[in-house]
Structures are given as structure tokens and as C-alpha cells.
T-cell receptor
């Protein structure tokens, strides 16, 4: 069983608010990823990191930022939430295969 | 990306066998993953193939042909709980298993 956690699991927030989605893993994996996925649709890579102080933009990274100050922690921040950000956000970490967290379902009103 | 292609939907009945195909770009090939994703849940790892041939794990098997850029996931003795989306994924070309490129997923529906 993979030990990767995301909080909050569900979030409803108003337009314009700044939010941070948390992701932590206890497996000591160097590689971590953030994905966005709408219901029934494909996964889109937002950001990824290959280790502390290393972050890269994915295919869909506009309007969000990440940081990797500690190996186990990879938070995602939306500076100003918009209704178009309504989606499920999945965090993953890997040594080889990727292990996914349970996801955060975000609704922006 | 890796130009991953897989069928959008498949249906089958309980107890049957189903094969989900996936094609990918072969240059810089570095292995192929299969994931299962139930509705509203996160993907879970099923298999990883890097060499040609069939790898069996219980009711699920995965096959790879590197020369043809082709893989399939074989599900035997289908159960209702196998209804899910099945994602084919390949690492970035030439990378040491970094980012993955996911296909759009094949939505499998198992009927009683």
C-alpha cells in the first residue's frame, strides 16, 4: 500500500481566493507529480519534481505554482482560483511506477 | 509526447476475457505501464513491461512487442468490479523513468 496523502479531499471556494493543495508521501521518493483530471477525461500533467529544489512545468501549468523544499512534501498553489479550475487534482510519487494519492476535488464558485 | 493510442470504450460480460490494446511511439522506448482507475478514484498500478512477451499476474496479463510499438492488457474471468478505465502510459523518451505520458484511457464496462 502506497503512503501518499492529499489534503483537503474536497474543497469549495470562491473565485479569486488563493488556495494551496497539500501532498505528502512517506516513501522517500524523489520524483513527485501533480495531475489535473476532469470526470471521464484524461490526466493532464501540471507540474513535476525530480527532487528537492527541482520543479518543472508540465503540459497544463498556467496559473499554478509548486515548491519542493522537503522530499516528502509537494504543495500546489493557485494564486487566484477561477471556475475553470474546478477539477480533480491528483498527486503522485515514484521510484519506478507512480503511486497516486486519493485526490482533491476542487470546486470554484 | 509518446503518441499513445487506445480505444475509448469496451464492453464485455462477466466471466469473459477482454483484451485492451495500446499503441505508442517506439523511438527512445523505455517501458510501458498499465493502470486501472475506478470512477472518482485515483489510478492504481497494474503492470510494467520493458521486455517483449507476456507477463501474467493472476487474472490480469500484459503483453509487449517493442518492434511493433504495441501492448495489450488481457483481463480474464471478468468480474463486475473490473468495470473501470484502463490507462496505458509510457515514460518520456530516453528518460530514466521520469514523467509518464498517459493515454486517454479505455472505459471498460462489464455486464452481468
Amino acid at each position: 500500500e502506497a503512503d501518499i496523502y492529499q489534503t483537503p479531499r474536497y474543497l469549495v471556494i470562491g473565485t479569486g481566493k488563493k488556495i494551496t493543495l497539500e501532498c505528502s508521501q512517506t516513501m522517500g521518493h524523489d520524483k513527485m507529480y501533480w495531475y489535473q483530471q476532469d470526470p471521464g477525461m484524461e490526466l493532464h500533467l501540471i507540474h513535476y519534481s525530480y527532487g528537492v529544489n527541482s520543479t518543472e512545468k508540465g503540459d497544463l501549468s498556467s496559473e499554478s505554482t509548486v515548491s519542493r523544499i522537503r522530499t516528502e512534501h509537494f504543495p500546489l498553489t493557485l494564486e487566484s482560483a477561477r471556475p475553470s479550475h474546478t477539477s480533480q487534482y491528483l498527486c503522485a510519487s515514484s521510484l519506478g511506477e507512480q503511486y497516486f494519492g486519493p485526490g482533491t476535488r476542487l470546486t470554484v464558485t | 509526447g509518446q503518441n499513445i493510442d487506445q480505444p475509448t470504450e469496451m464492453t464485455a460480460t462477466e466471466g469473459a476475457i477482454v483484451q485492451i490494446n495500446c499503441t505508442y511511439q517506439t523511438s527512445g522506448f523505455n517501458g510501458l505501464f498499465w493502470y486501472q482507475q475506478h470512477a472518482g478514484e485515483a489510478p492504481t498500478f497494474l503492470s510494467y513491461n520493458v521486455l517483449d512477451g507476456l507477463e501474467e499476474k493472476g487474472r490480469f496479463s500484459s503483453f509487449l512487442s517493442r518492434s511493433k510499438g504495441y501492448s495489450y492488457l488481457l483481463l480474464k474471468e471478468l468480474q463486475m468490479k473490473d468495470s473501470a478505465s484502463y490507462l496505458c502510459a509510457a515514460p518520456d523518451r530516453g528518460s530514466t523513468l521520469g514523467r509518464l505520458y498517459f493515454g486517454r484511457g479505455t472505459q471498460l464496462t462489464v455486464w452481468p
